[in-house]
């Protein structure tokens, strides 16, 4: 799971926030779509390097190839933690945004689903709110240790499961 942070500018200071930006697909797509963009690829560049005819599928299909590794979730909380803000970007561009608002988000917990071994809800606590921003399989010896780099990313303490 590759997470880095996110900071959600606004015009308006108070929609203003900091946040974490983690990949929406999961391993085994981007494990197959790198395949497939390494075979598009290899196909243009032989066909380049020995005059070969190019078929045409090989160019779209390395710009398809590419589109999983771009498309992200991200999860901001304003500065003042009375929004929380959910998005889905593809390479940066904001396709869809949910604002949650509350008094007073306060905590961040992961909690277990109990549908499949080690999945996980990254949950947002506040007053009268739980938000579930974000749910992903994980090794359960790394949730203490996550939960307390989304909790800081996100400015909230981490309430333990």
Known sequence: MFIIPFERRSKVASKAGKGFSVSAVSKSVLVVAGFFGLVGLSVFYHSLLYGYTMPGWAVPMVLLSVVPFGYRSRVAISHDRTALYTQVALFGVKLKECVYNSTMFTDFQMEATH???????????????????????????????????????????????
Do not use: E, H, T
């Open 115 to 161: 549908a499949i071994d080690n999945q996980y809800y990254f949950v947002v606590n506040g007053d009268g709110k739980r938000v579930s921003v974000y749910y992903c399989k994980l090794n359960a010896k790394r949730i203490p240790k996550l939960s307390l780099c989304l909790g800081g990313m996100l400015g909230l303490k981490v309430q333990s499961a």
